[in-house]
Structure formats: structure tokens, C-alpha cells
């Protein structure tokens, strides 16, 4: 039973589609917990739900302008939303989790509306379903979706290196960091741009519905077991990748969806690493 | 010239004011403590002082070579704070950060810095501890250590001592008043004006009225009478 699994994993490993999959999901698992860890300690865990629904909204327009290169109008319109999501949660006159729940609902109607009324595909609840729940779509990945992918995932994990001091100055306590003249707002709004092209990268692979899993989850793993913001950082992103590649090998053994196939590995990792944590803590106090 | 002048101050929220006309001055080596009631508009006195907040009118001006950011800031426990998984080492060296500019990493005189400041607050053994698992009055010197990275000259503490029981409270006092005689500037908001009475040199009083002075001039004063009387008699009972 074994060897045939592995000699199934071993046919599918040496397709080219397959390695892509594996090369976008890992990359997008990583930069997802990095920047989880801040947005869930910053109790932004939510926006990252908005923002994927307005990615969807998006995706609908690109769709009915029939778009070839749908990424151009998705990623400047997600940015932008994640600016202004940002902004309304300083200025509070809409509180922001009240925002984020107005423009994340607004936009999943407005693009299931526009799909039904421009329909141009035969089998449009397919469509729907798949964009909202990521779909096998990751193994008919063009090469240049690819390319991209990696290059943003790069990107993404430089600026991280670079900015992980003033990041944690900023999530830890914004008020300290912005009175002894760190600049915080460009930072928040740094923040904001990157969650945002995490998101977009993220949509194809796990679908709209499920990208929050990827952000939160790993971030809430690592916090039962860990104390420092580093290890966190780290372990969460570690357990990310992890929890990717066990999902994508599941998958395709078990010729299940490949987003809920990870969501699940994800929350059975937190499961676990909350049970020792409790089993820890306990032991100490 | 003094570390901060303060000329015509108007505190207040979306051009509502809450306090108006503040004059002060805040020297080298100054104790101030401000006190007033709830809501008197202390907090937004500290928050403008910050640049946090845009004053409604007025100006504050900076002297003796003290720059904008080089006010160190203990500020009130947040709810995220509460539950945030870091150590006390990472917490204290952020606040190095803000003089690191554009440079992504610490040196290794930030470093120094900030063990320096950890021995000076005697807590150099918690060093690698978490930070959320600590004593209120540990959290307490963790914050003040960070602060003192931010800044050599002044020190601005909002209510240094809520939450924390008596003893805690007379270290954490004794501490503030320390780093004041080792040079540093202290403005303290508190609503403890025995504690402002004992350890502060000028007294800032905001509320329906309005007083500036040293501390004498304010047990002196009526206001300063009437108020530590309710305050001993709040004691009492």
C-alpha cells in the first residue's frame, strides 16, 4: 500500500505542473505566516478575509472584461482597498472591523452579481466555487503565473528581512514607536501593501474563501508554543511549509481539493501544538 | 532655554477643547508631575507633547538641543501588549529603533545600550524571558528600560503605578526618582498627588482650574490644600 503511494508520489513529482505547484504553494505558505504573525498580534487577523473578497471582486471585473493578464487590475485594486481598510481603522469614524465586514461582503456580492449577469462560461457555479475554494486550477498553472509568483514571494521575504525590526517596533506598540519618531504610518501602509500581494498570489491556490487559514493559522500555532517574537516568526513559518507540502501531497494521492486539503493539515497542526502547549504550561505551573 | 516651552497650549479632540491656554516650562533635571481629575485632559496633554496629536492652538517648542524624538515614552499597558510573545531583550531594543533610521539592523553600541539599561533597572536576568509572563511591576521596568534606550534627556511616564500593589508602587517610585537624580527629566501624569507632593519639583494642575509652579507654591496654594486634603481624607476611610 505504501510502495503504490510512493510510486503514484513519485509519476506525479516528475511532472513539470506538479513541481510549479509545489515551488507557488511553499512560496506562498512562507510569505503568508510571516506576515501573519504581525497581522494577528496587531488583531488585523480579519482583514486579511476583506481583502481576499475584494480580490474576488476583482477577479470578476478582469473576468467580464475578459482579461488576459487579470493580475494587472487584481493586485492595484486589492492594494487599494488595503490602504483604505488601513486608514478608516485610524480615523474610526466607521470602525474598522465594521469596514472590513462592509467592503468584504460588498465585494463577494458585487462579483458573484457581475459573473451572473456577464456570463460567458457554461458552467459558471464551477467557476464561482472554484475561484472562492481554489481548485486543481494550481496544476494548470501557467509558466508566467509562476514567474511572477516566485518574484513577489522573493520580494516579499526581502522586505521582511529588512523591515522585521521596525515591524515588531510597530506591532508591539505603535503609540511608543511613532513618539520616539519611527515613521509608523509608512509602515502600517507597507504592511497593508504586502498583505494585500500575498493575497492576490494566494487566490489561485487556495481559492478567496480560504486564504485567511494561511495567514492565521501557523501565526496561532506557533504563539501556544513559543515566547520570543523570533522563534515565532520562525517556527510559524516553518510549520507553514510544512503544513503546505504535507496538504499538496495529500492531494494528490488522495485526489482531494487542494486549498481545504491544507486549511485541514493547518488546523490539525493547531490542534496539536495547542495540546502541548496546554500540556506544557501545565506541567509548569 | 528650557527643554520644552510650552506657550498658549489648547489641548482638545476634532476642535472640541478641553483645556485652554497651558503655559509651562520643563528644564534639565526637572521633576514635573501633572495631576487632575479623569478626564481633565491629561492624557492629551502627554499625547501632544508626544506629536501624537495635533494641539487645537499653541506651540511647544523644543530647546537645549533636544530633538523631536528624543523624548523616551513609558505609556500605559495595551490590550495587545497583554498576551504578545516576546522577550524582554527584543522589546527593550526596539527602543533603539526609531534612532536607526533607514538601517534595517542594530549595532552592536544599541546592544550595549541595551544591556546597560537592563542592569540599570535590575533586570538583566530576565533578559530572555517572556515578556507577557511577568509581574506588572517587572512589565513595568521592561517598558522604562526601553524607554531609556530612546532617550537620554527626558523621560515621560503616564501613570507609572496603576495596577501595581503598594510595595511595587514605592520601588517603581523610588526608581523614577533615581534616574531623576542621575539627570534625566521626568514628566510624570498621575492622579496620586500625595505621590506628586513627595517626590515631584513642579506641578502641573489641570482641570476647572489651572496651576503651574514649583511644588512648594502649590502646597501652598489653595488648590493644592484642598486637594491633598480630599485626597488624605479619600485615604482614610
Known amino acids: 500500500m505504501i510502495g503504490e503511494w510512493f510510486e503514484k508520489l513519485s509519476l506525479y513529482l516528475r511532472f513539470a505542473p506538479v513541481q510549479h505547484a509545489l515551488i507557488v504553494g511553499v512560496l506562498i505558505a512562507l510569505c503568508a505566516a510571516l506576515l501573519g504573525v504581525t497581522l494577528v498580534l496587531k488583531r488585523f487577523s480579519y482583514i486579511g478575509d476583506g481583502l481576499s473578497h475584494v480580490a474576488f471582486g476583482a477577479m470578476s471585473i478582469a473576468a467580464v472584461l475578459n482579461l488576459t493578464h487579470q493580475m494587472w487590475l487584481i493586485l492595484p485594486i486589492t492594494i487599494l482597498s488595503a490602504i483604505l481598510l488601513l486608514r478608516t481603522g485610524q480615523n474610526a469614524k466607521i470602525k474598522g472591523d465594521a469596514a472590513i465586514a462592509m467592503i468584504s461582503v460588498g465585494a463577494l456580492a458585487f462579483g458573484y452579481l457581475l459573473m451572473n449577469i456577464y456570463n460567458t462560461s457554461s458552467n459558471l457555479t464551477g467557476d464561482v466555487c472554484s475561484t472562492l475554494f481554489g481548485s486543481t486550477s494550481i496544476l494548470t498553472l501557467r509558466d508566467s503565473d509562476v514567474w511572477l509568483c516566485v518574484i513577489l514571494s522573493i520580494i516579499v521575504v526581502i522586505i521582511f528581512i529588512l523591515f522585521y525590526n521596525k515591524i515588531f517596533a510597530v506591532t508591539f506598540d505603535e503609540d511608543f514607536a511613532k513618539a520616539t519618531g519611527t515613521r509608523a504610518n509608512a509602515y502600517n501602509l507597507l504592511i497593508a501593501v504586502v498583505i494585500a500581494v500575498i493575497i492576490v498570489m494566494a487566490m489561485n491556490f487556495v481559492g478567496s474563501l480560504l486564504i485567511s487559514a494561511l495567514v492565521i493559522f501557523p501565526a496561532l500555532s506557533a504563539m501556544r508554543l513559543f515566547r520570543s517574537f523570533k522563534s515565532v516568526t520562525i517556527f510559524s513559518a516553518v510549520l507553514s511549509v510544512i503544513c503546505a507540502l504535507v496538504g499538496m501531497l495529500i492531494s494528490i494521492l488522495a485526489g482531494t481539493p487542494v486549498g481545504s486539503t491544507i486549511v485541514a493539515v493547518d488546523a490539525a497542526a493547531f490542534v496539536i501544538c495547542f495540546l502541548t502547549g496546554a500540556v506544557k504550561g501545565g506541567i509548569r505551573a | ?237
Not at chain 2, 498658549?8 to 521633576?31: E, K, M, P
Not at chain 2, 508626544?50 to 500605559?76: C, F, M, R, S, W
Not at chain 2, 534616574?179 to 498627588?193: A, C, Q, S, V
Open chain 2, 1 to 237: 532655554m528650557a527643554l520644552l516651552t510650552v506657550q498658549n497650549l489648547s489641548l482638545g479632540y476634532d476642535n472640541r477643547t478641553i483645556v485652554a491656554d497651558l503655559n509651562f516650562v520643563v528644564n534639565q533635571g526637572d521633576y514635573l508631575c501633572i495631576v487632575g481629575e479623569n478626564g481633565s485632559g491629561k492624557s492629551t496633554l502627554m499625547k501632544t507633547l508626544l506629536h501624537l496629536q495635533a494641539p487645537v492652538g499653541g506651540t511647544i517648542l523644543t530647546g537645549d538641543g533636544l530633538k523631536k524624538n528624543e523624548i523616551g515614552y513609558l505609556p500605559q499597558q495595551t490590550m495587545v501588549q497583554k498576551d504578545f510573545p516576546a522577550s524582554v531583550r527584543e522589546i527593550v531594543l526596539s527602543g533603539c529603533q526609531a534612532r536607526r533610521g533607514l538601517r534595517p539592523f542594530y549595532s552592536r553600541e544599541d546592544k550595549e545600550l541595551v544591556e546597560e539599561n537592563l542592569k540599570r533597572l535590575h533586570i538583566e536576568d530576565l533578559a530572555k524571558r517572556c515578556y507577557r509572563e511577568l509581574s506588572g511591576g517587572q512589565q513595568q521596568r521592561v517598558l522604562l528600560a526601553r524607554a531609556l534606550c530612546a532617550t537620554r534627556k527626558v523621560l515621560l511616564l503616564d501613570e507609572p503605578v496603576s495596577g501595581l500593589d503598594p510595595k511595587v508602587t514605592a520601588e517603581m517610585y523610588e526608581m523614577i526618582t533615581q534616574l531623576n537624580r542621575e539627570g534625566i527629566t521626568i514628566i510624570m501624569i498621575t492622579h496620586d498627588i500625595a505621590a506628586a507632593a513627595a517626590y515631584a519639583s513642579h506641578i502641573l494642575h489641570i482641570g476647572s482650574t489651572v496651576f503651574y509652579g514649583t511644588k512648594k507654591e502649590y502646597l501652598a496654594s489653595d488648590l493644592g490644600k484642598f486637594f491633598l486634603k480630599i485626597t488624605e481624607g479619600g485615604d482614610a476611610q
